[in-house]
């Protein structure tokens, strides 16, 4: 299993960025996905998962609205849209298989968020 993050980077407040997570070894198609989060000196945060179609989505109360988690199925890909970015969404962010308790994690990609 292979789960590798892209598209972190630094933003300012009210800024966006989109993830990607390029999934390989498994048949991605048929795992719930999420998105989690570990800022500096926290623990692990569930931020938002998927179902298997992409027909369900699941979003933290502190995301809700904000961020927007996709899938493509043919292209093996997770993504996770972030708008209106705050100084506390900072962290390394990770996709994992699952929705609720994370199976294998990708090694994250850094999101900085100040001005």
């Known amino acids: 299993v292979q789960l590798l993050e892209s598209g972190g980077g630094m933003v300012q407040p009210g800024g966006s960025l989109r993830l990607s997570c390029a999934a390989s070894g498994f048949t991605f198609s048929t795992y719930d996905m999420m998105w989690v989060r570990q800022a500096p000196g926290k623990g692990p945060e569930w931020v938002s998962a998927?179902?298997?179609?992409?027909?369900?989505?699941y979003y933290a109360d502190s995301v809700k609205g904000r961020f927007t988690i996709s899938r493509d199925n043919a292209k093996n890909t997770l993504y996770l849209q972030m708008n209106s970015l705050k100084p506390e969404d900072t962290a390394l962010y990770y996709c994992?298989?699952?929705?609720?308790?994370?199976?294998?994690w990708g090694q994250g990609t850094q999101v900085t968020v100040s001005s």
């Open positions: 994992a298989q699952g929705r609720w308790y994370p199976g294998y």
């Open positions: 998927i179902n298997t179609r992409g027909g369900g989505t």
